[in-house]
């Protein structure tokens, strides 16, 4: 049986999850941390657990997006089990089926290497992959010199077709039409002018492409780098990639001087990772993730 918590339980679920990751005393921080719940109410209703007649043997807390908002990603947090792996399987899958959603993510926080690697192992068959994520920031007040710039040609939708194409073709993978619409609110409403196309000059063809989003505007802003790449033919090289990112950050700088920008790199591209870390980028965490993009 599948079923939501009481808030009287709260407490129980965090002493089960944090026993999961191998705490020496789950219940006693369990009991430390409960006083600090500013609504247990809501944290019970969103805790699911998966036991019928007897003590639930799996759990995990679900954040599920509303029907209006942009960002349709279902994250789940805090997963856990007791010699049940085939429960928490279960209990993922009847989530994944109850909340609509276009991604879904489990962010394995602070959670021990062999704990990771069976929660992958555990989600795979529901199409979840594990990839080792490295959060970074960078402040624009400390933006590197132009050097030779790229043009950069923002979104609109006259270029929607062209743009798609750069993508596919820098990726060497085709895109749905799903994925293609959950990349552009991937962290909240669609900004087009925060979507570059990039060129040598405005008379030849793309060279690559940044796709930016904004927690928040202003002369301080915080931007999020949510992908860049360029043509498989420049692949080989770093130089045409370095120009793009110092062209994407002077972009923003221009608008937000005092500005903030984050990325999540997957550990799977070290190439992005160095050339970041090269131009001034500094690692904020480290953390694995499960994730389940649209098909």
Known sequence: MIRSLTPDEVAWFVSRAVAYLGHSDPRGLSQRL???????????????????????TAGVYVRSPAPEDDDQTLTLVSPWHVDDPDGLRSLVGAMLERFPHEAAVAPLHAVPERRSSELAAVLEPLGFLRDEIRRVRFELADVPPL????????????????FRE??????????????????KRR????????????RETLDQEPVGYALCGAERRGLDATYVL?????????????????????????ELAGVSP?????????TSDPKLID?????????????????RMPA
């Open 147 to 162: 050097g030779l710039p790229l043009v950069l040609e923002s979104w609109s939708l006259p270029v929607d077709r062209a």
């Open 258 to 266: 005092f500005g903030t920008v984050v990325a999540e790199l997957s």
């Open 166 to 183: 750069l993508y596919e073709r820098s990726e060497a993978r085709g895109v749905s039409d799903r994925f293609w619409a959950y990349l």
């Open 34 to 56: 409960a006083p600090r719940l500013r609504d247990p109410a809501t944290d019970a209703s969103r805790c699911f657990v998966n036991g019928a007649g007897r003590e639930p």
């Open 187 to 198: 962290h909240g409403s669609f900004r087009p002018d925060l979507w570059f196309m990039a």
């Open 275 to 291: 050339i970041l870390m090269s131009l001034g980028f500094t690692t904020v965490e480290r953390y694995a993730l499960l994730v």
């Open 226 to 250: 949510n992908g860049v790449g360029v043509l498989q033919e420049h692949r080989d090289s770093s130089e045409m990639l370095r120009r793009l990112v110092v062209s994407t950050l002077n």
